[in-house]
């Protein structure tokens, strides 16, 4: 149950894209397709943006998108606001009804 | 609206207990597999445990394993971490969390969370 490799951080400028990497091996991001993606803003509750790698929930900008390539999976945010820096988690379902997330990139927005 | 509201945290010594609680609110509570969450000071969100819709079912991550127990009331809407011999790297905001269901079927992640509740292991 090691947590998946995130960059520690990224940054982009306002209406650019940035992508942040998120990588396991094959017991959990390689061998499922239930990756999910949070944000969160120190200090409050982590917000839920994709689900199954590539999936919004209602609500969730589209600007948002999630992606998976073998044991590495990914995150896009397009056309960055400032409202969009935070930190963001990555988890991935690691079979046996465990998980395990990501340690976690810090977007900032220039 | 949706609210989940966790409670409980505080100092606890070395080898002491602590019991969570977390109160659910705006959904139907008992359609739910619920997760509990927690964040090291300064690390990422680490996985601690799930308990089933019908609490059947519970699993842990494996540091936590023999130490916590996760348990629910559907009748009260609530969640539960019953915490013992906590050690010092338990120290963390711990998080309630929902499973993720949409009218068609429910999915591998965490959809609404609380602001969580700080417990500190120390002497």
């Known amino acids: 149950q090691s947590a998946l490799t995130q960059p520690r951080s990224v940054s982009g400028s306002p209406g650019q894209s940035v992508t942040i990497s998120c990588t396991g091996t094959s017991s959990d991001v390689g061998g499922y397709n239930y990756v999910s993606w949070y944000q969160h803003h120190p200090g409050k509750a982590p917000k839920f943006m994709i689900y199954?790698?590539?999936k919004r929930p209602s609500g969730v900008p589209d600007r948002f998108s999630g992606s998976k390539s073998g044991n590495t999976a990914s995150l896009t945010v397009s056309g960055l606001q400032a409202e969009d820096e935070a930190d963001y988690y990555c988890?991935?379902?690691?079979?046996?009804?465990?998980?395990?997330f990501g340690g976690g990139t810090k977007l900032t927005v220039l | 609206e949706v609210q989940v509201v966790e409670s409980g945290g505080g100092l606890v010594q070395p080898g002491g207990s602590l019991r969570l609680s977390c109160a659910a609110s705006?959904?139907?509570?008992?359609?739910?597999?619920m997760r509990w969450v927690r964040q090291a000071p300064g690390k990422g969100l680490e996985w601690v445990a799930n308990?089933?819709?019908?609490?059947?079912?519970?699993y842990y991550v494996d540091s936590v394993k023999g130490r916590f127990t996760i348990s629910r009331d559907n009748a009260k809407n609530s969640l539960y971490l019953q915490m013992d011999n906590l050690r010092a790297d338990d120290t963390a905001v711990y998080y309630c969390?929902?499973?993720?269901?949409?009218?068609?079927?429910?999915?591998?992640?965490?959809?609404?969370w609380g602001q969580g509740t700080l417990v500190t292991v120390s002497s």
């Open positions: 969390a929902t499973g993720y269901c949409d009218s068609n079927d429910c999915y591998y992640a965490f959809e609404h």
């Open positions: 988890c991935s379902y690691a079979g046996s009804y465990t998980w395990v």
């Open positions: 705006g959904f139907t509570f008992r359609r739910y597999w």
């Open positions: 308990i089933k819709q019908d609490g059947s079912e519970k």
């Open positions: 199954d790698v590539d």
